[in-house]
């Protein structure tokens, strides 16, 4: 794979900020081509989480990932994460992107935690009650990277089960095509994290070129890891009369639901 075929670049493991990293054209938003879609930068703070003090015998169970303003698309990024609450069982980890603001002082832009959980054999009483996803092979694919330059929707097969905007939950199957790191495999949570973000716009009844309606955030729990490839997602965007609203989705893989996410979402009109 081409390092351009990446989220990011890894410039530099050992800088005293924490990781450097350059982003590639691949993270740029819809709403500006200045700053970085949510998804990418939820995958990499993900992966400082699964990467910082890794035990085997446990895995993150919820991930709240906070968005402190525009990540911008463009210059050097540092993430770092840290055990903010140690146990055997129980551990919440932290972790935080770092860029330059408008007067060239590192500041943070994204913050995200996670619960990470000791695992144990409890295969007999697994269960989701989500009815699971029609199957990708009725979907139909997305074109909306016709609609702007190389960014973040280049990044991906999405696939709708659904129709845009239609009254009810959305529903759609998505996988990335890139790598989130340069010369690296994604896991499978930083696969789910990297498309997790668009349970927004699959859930969204707005019209993009009439309205705005970004998140400043997006808390996932996760009860199955994912398997296989591609990533489904059911969501609905519930909005209130005063320019909030909130979107709540099931995530899924082909074999069934395997976490929840929900957003919140800033309305405001064109």
Not at 72 to 92: H, S, Y
Not at 108 to 113: D, Q
Not at 154 to 172: F, I, K, N, Q, V
């Amino acid at each position: 794979m081409h390092p351009a075929d990446a989220y990011y670049r890894l410039l530099d493991a050992d800088d005293p900020q924490g990781e450097k990293f350059a982003a590639t054209d691949l993270v740029r938003g819809t709403w500006s081509a200045r700053i970085q879609h949510a998804a990418p930068v939820s995958a990499l703070l993900v992966r400082a989480l699964e990467h910082h003090e890794a035990r085997e015998d446990t895995r993150l169970s919820r991930v709240a990932v906070d968005l402190w303003g525009p990540v911008p698309a463009d210059g050097p990024l540092w993430v770092r994460a840290r055990v903010d609450r140690p146990g055997k069982q129980i551990e919440l980890l932290g972790a935080d992107m770092l860029a330059l603001g408008p007067d060239e002082q590192v500041r943070r832009v994204a913050r995200a935690t996670g619960w990470r959980l000791q695992t144990s054999d409890t295969a007999d009483v697994a269960h989701a009650s989500a009815p699971p996803l029609r199957p990708v092979s009725e979907a139909r694919a997305n074109t909306m990277h016709e609609n702007w330059d190389r960014n973040y929707v280049h990044s991906l097969d999405w696939r709708w089960l659904t129709t845009p905007l239609a009254p009810g939950a959305g529903e759609a199957w998505i996988t990335p095509i890139v790598a989130l790191v340069a010369g690296e495999t994604m896991t499978p949570l930083q696969r789910l994290f990297a498309v997790a973000d668009d349970a927004n716009g699959v859930g969204t009844k707005l019209d993009i070129t009439a309205w705005t309606f970004l998140n400043t955030d997006l808390v996932v729990h996760v009860h199955r890891i994912p398997d296989g490839q591609w990533i489904g997602i059911r969501a609905e965007t519930n909005y209130g009369a005063d320019g909030i609203g909130t979107t709540i989705g099931t995530l899924f893989d082909e074999h069934g639901a395997v976490g929840a996410i929900q957003q919140s979402v800033l309305v405001r009109r064109r």
